[in-house]
């Protein structure tokens, strides 16, 4: 009896998922051995801490994309809003106390709300969509601030992200708990597995009876709730705030995205890969800055892994009938 031949969707789809599960695990065994011979002192304790206060608010911002980008949608406003959510909590902290949390997660909230409204039911790019209202989060980050830097004295506040628990600070713990959360939506609940079929296919999953367009809006709240609460804790933990902060941060989150292995074309990948490509992203980062090398280098080195595993996650024949186009 002839054993069943796979076809040439399946066989594609199938080096797709080793491509896309192994490479981040190769990659990130190699940056901390590299960084490790080039620099003993890397993995010490007190280098442990610094790459776990430099990744942790990150993760979580990037754990929101990844439910954006695995939908097959973009969010380029992620920044911005953690940029305004951190500013909400300088500038009321000391008026409403630590209930400016919630407000600013509110803020947040409603701010993904209104990049899905824009995109699931005005029919505009999320591209566009999400681009334009960091513009306006930062218009009224500029505007609200007046341009000053600020800080964060209340010590309730500072305690949500730089108290030590088991030798670790607080921020780690809360990211890897938002982490795990991500991971059982995406992977454990039917919400999640709808999400990922609208990122595989749009017109099917509508097909198949899924509301596509207030699943879109519902993962484009996550996203600004979580970029919000990414804000909350990095104002915490640096307890200041200033117009520069998260300037730098767009293309970073991104690559971590797509190198932990999430394909910008939906459909395949999460925020449990996600781990891998912030490990990377921000190893790479703390390891540059620890041998004394600019940003300048780290920007150059991130785009080209940004490039290469974006490459590496499109499917050959979209990528031929894209160009054809």
């Keep these: 009896m002839n054993e069943p031949c796979a076809t040439p969707t399946t066989a594609r789809l199938g080096r797709r998922l080793k491509t896309t599960t192994i490479m981040p695990v190769a990659a990130t065994i190699v940056v901390v051995?590299?960084?490790?011979i080039l620099n003993p002192s890397f993995l010490s304790y007190q280098g442990i801490v610094t790459?776990?206060?430099?990744?942790?608010?990150?993760?979580?911002?990037?754990?929101?994309?990844?439910?954006?980008?695995?939908?097959?949608?973009?969010?380029?406003?992620?920044?911005?809003?953690?940029?305004?959510?951190?500013?909400?909590?300088v500038l009321f902290i000391e008026k409403i106390g630590l209930w400016v949390i919630p407000f600013a997660l509110?803020?947040?909230?409603?701010?993904?709300?209104?990049?899905?409204?824009?995109?699931?039911?005005?029919?505009?790019?999320?591209?566009?969509?999400?681009?334009?209202?960091?513009?306006?989060?930062?218009g009224i980050s500029q505007l609200s601030s007046k341009g000053f830097l600020h800080l964060v004295e209340d010590e309730r506040f500072r305690s949500i992200s730089v108290t030590f628990i088991a030798g670790l600070p607080s921020i780690f713990y809360w990211a890897l708990a938002v982490w795990l959360l991500c991971i059982v939506v995406s992977a454990a609940t039917p919400f999640g597995r709808r999400v990922f079929a609208i990122g595989g296919n749009p017109r099917a999953a509508a097909l198949s009876s899924i509301n596509v367009d207030s699943h879109?809006?519902?993962?484009?709240?996550?996203?600004?709730?979580?970029?919000?609460?990414?804000?909350?804790?990095?104002?915490?933990?640096?307890?200041?705030?200033?117009?520069?902060?998260?300037g730098q941060m767009m293309v970073p989150l991104f690559a971590s995205v797509v190198a932990g292995g999430t394909s910008l074309r939906g459909g395949i990948g999460g925020p449990q890969r996600t781990l891998m490509g912030v490990i990377i992203i921000t190893w790479i980062q703390s390891g540059l800055l620890m041998m004394g090398l600019g940003?300048?280098?780290?920007?150059?080195?991130?785009g080209v892994i940004a490039i290469i595993m974006a490459v590496a996650t499109t499917e050959r024949g979209k990528l031929t009938r894209l160009m054809v186009k």
Aim: charged residues 10%; glycine residues 10%.
């Design 33 to 36: 051995g590299l960084f490790q």
């Design 51 to 89: 790459i776990v206060y430099a990744m942790s608010y990150f993760l979580i911002a990037a754990c929101g994309l990844t439910l954006v980008i695995m939908m097959g949608s973009f969010d380029f406003s992620v920044v911005s809003v953690m940029k305004l959510s951190a500013l909400l909590c």
């Design 106 to 138: 509110a803020v947040s909230a409603a701010i993904g709300f209104v990049n899905g409204f824009l995109f699931a039911k005005l029919k505009v790019p999320s591209f566009i969509a999400t681009l334009g209202i960091s513009v306006v989060c930062d």
């Design 216 to 246: 879109r809006i519902i993962v484009f709240v996550l996203s600004g709730f979580l970029a919000g609460l990414a804000g909350v804790l990095y104002v915490s933990q640096q307890g200041g705030w200033s117009m520069d902060m998260g």
């Design 295 to 302: 940003r300048e280098i780290q920007f150059v080195i991130l």
